[in-house]
């Protein structure tokens, strides 16, 4: 099965600076990598996603880059803001049609736990 | 627009009784499933579920039972608590599997003494 692994586990970046969290997969078949953003008591939440055939997908101050060469993928977040606090998890699965009962599901990373200083 | 609606938010348990968790989601959504989340683990698949009627094992299914009766909703069952069940259980729903992104719900906080 998928593993994906997930560093660093806690960043810490001056508000203004550049966050980099970076991912790695094993299953060379996984073409999808999405973000999740999950703040304090809520659920996580979708932030932005990637398909193999695309290298990098920008998103105002967030940005996600794959190298399938080297089976990773990693979020940049750009003049971050207090409110850029939060756990972040990587994922990945397979695209598969949505006809396709199979069990292509998400494999989470263990997540990131970026802070904000001001 | 409601997303996924988890109920209870909050439960306290003792050992071996047996509660029932509800998942809600109003998308029409197919896929359905139950995660636990626990200090430096991530998220892990309990079970989910393809369809109605249908439900599958995911990484850690033991002590846990699931239902999906109706599309719009997915139980998960404690029959007999431990305290290595001490989580937080997040639901979440998809259009189908692989290139959608999941809707999650915000949470059950289980505690079990």
């Known amino acids: 099965g998928e593993n994906v692994e997930q560093h660093p586990s806690t960043l810490s970046v001056q508000e203004g600076d550049s966050a980099v969290i970076k991912c790695t997969y094993s299953?060379?078949?996984?073409?999808?990598f999405p973000w999740y953003k999950q703040e304090l008591g809520k659920g996580p939440q979708l932030i932005i996603d990637i398909r193999s055939n695309v290298g990098e997908k920008k998103d105002q101050r967030i940005a996600v880059t794959l190298n399938k060469t080297a089976k990773h993928f990693s979020l940049h977040i750009t003049e971050t803001q207090p409110e850029d606090s939060a756990v972040y998890f990587c994922a990945a699965s397979r695209l598969v049609p949505i006809s396709n009962f199979g069990n292509e599901k998400l494999t989470f990373g263990t997540g990131t736990r970026l802070t904000i200083i001001p | 627009n409601a997303g996924v609606t988890q109920t209870p938010k909050f439960r306290v348990l003792k050992t071996g009784q047996s509660m029932t968790l509800l998942c809600a989601q109003d998308m029409n959504h197919e896929y359905m499933y139950w995660y636990r989340q626990d200090p430096g683990m991530g998220l892990r698949l309990i079970h989910y579920s393809v369809g109605e009627g249908t439900t599958a094992k995911g990484e850690v299914p033991d002590g846990y039972n699931v239902s999906r009766l109706k599309k719009q909703n997915f139980l998960l069952g404690l029959e007999s608590a431990a305290p290595s069940q001490t989580s937080v259980y997040f639901c979440?729903?998809?259009?189908?599997?692989?290139?959608?992104?999941?809707?999650f719900g915000s949470g059950t906080r289980l505690t079990v003494v």
């Open positions: 979440a729903s998809s259009p189908g599997t692989g290139g959608y992104g999941y809707t």
């Open positions: 299953d060379s078949a996984s073409n999808y």
